[in-house]
């Protein structure tokens, strides 16, 4: 071997050399003629052309040759004894691994009802007999063509529906991490482009947090606590639901939601206390460590609004109400609630809030809130499961 051979091999062979790109295989066309010397010459002009061919001189072995390996076309004779051409089209189309083939008649017959019976078997096209070669090659490329382009946009098609389910199953999974408020103002920024316009509303804004939780999470083990918290955030979460409210976001083991109506709030916020009362019940029972939370609430004006950069982007809400939600919140007992007087008053005066003098961080002098405590809460809990007179459960109906 030559030393020029040797370098021309090493540079070809080399790390540097270019991949050559699988070629796709030469499309195979299936010919069925009971006459030898139409199969010789189809078969001459289009392996000359680079297809592959394949021959069968009657419907039967074009049947089975289809069957053990379908072809991308098939030239097809009409008038073939035992089986002609139309039945022998009808059986590929009923199957499903070939019904997809696309079939070229090959006739001597020239009127319109053959031709109408060759396109009802399932014939894609029908060439006279005695034939053209330029003629039947530009009809093969063409039906060719045309049968790569539908099983190209039949795998685009699948491809689509397979990524819209995809999409519909991130659509259902996102849908859980944003409030119903959130979602509208992402719907609108997509619609007009841009997003939703801040606006100015009164709501009661309630902002709820566990005592100690971060002393909590460095002691015990965080696969079972993060259980235990996502069931405490689907309890708190189900009855923000259930009174009209929206949960705007999770702050650690916080969450901060709002209300339109401060009677609705305050229900939710004492059906919290009973439920978590109830759920930390539960927890000791079992060995668990109990959740402590403390609430808080507060009416007044705020701001929704989308804010963010345009890689990020988050719907809340803003002002002072929800800073005095959070600081009242701290202010709280564990198992507590604490409201601001706005809220008293919105909410039509409860007799179950007892009047509290606080300095609320941030605030000049003392401010009148109104509290209910963790043992009212309690109370709730154990009357609940005291039986009623005569063995039944406390208000249950006949």
Known sequence: MTDRGTKAEALEGGAGARPERAKEPPPSVLIVDDMPANLSLLTSMLTAQGYEVRAAISGAMALMSVAAEPPDLILLDVNMPHMDGYEVCRRLKAEPRTADIPVIFLSAMTGIGDKVMAFEAGGVDYVTKPFELREVLARVETQLLLHRQRRELERQRAELEARYAQICQMHAALRGYLSDRAWESIEESVSSNRPSPPAREVLT????????????????????????????????????????????????????????????????????????????????????????????????????????????????????????????????????????????????????????????????????????????AREDVEQARTPAPGGGAAGASR
């Open 205 to 376: 804004v309630l902002v709820s947090d566990i005592e100690d939780f971060v002393r909590l999470s460095e002691r015990e083990d965080p696969g079972p606590l993060l259980a235990d918290l996502s069931l405490y955030m689907a309890t708190v979460a189900q009855v923000v639901y259930d009174h009209g409210g929206e949960v705007d976001k999770y702050v650690g083991d916080g969450m901060l939601a709002f209300f339109r109506s401060a009677p609705d709030a305050l229900a939710a916020a004492e059906r919290i206390q009973r439920a978590i009362a109830a759920f930390n019940e539960r927890q000791r029972a079992e060995g668990r460590p109990a959740f402590p939370t403390r609430l808080g609430l507060s009416t007044g004006p705020v701001v929704l609004a989308s804010i963010g950069s345009s890689g990020r982007r988050e719907f809340t809400i803003i002002g002072d109400r929800v800073n005095t939600a959070f600081r009242i919140q701290a202010q709280a007992r564990p198992g507590g609630l604490l409201m601001d007087e706005a809220t008293f008053a919105a909410a039509g005066s409860p007799g179950s809030a007892a009047p509290v003098l606080m300095r609320i961080r941030g605030k000049q002098g003392e401010e009148r809130l109104y509290a209910i405590s963790p043992e009212a």
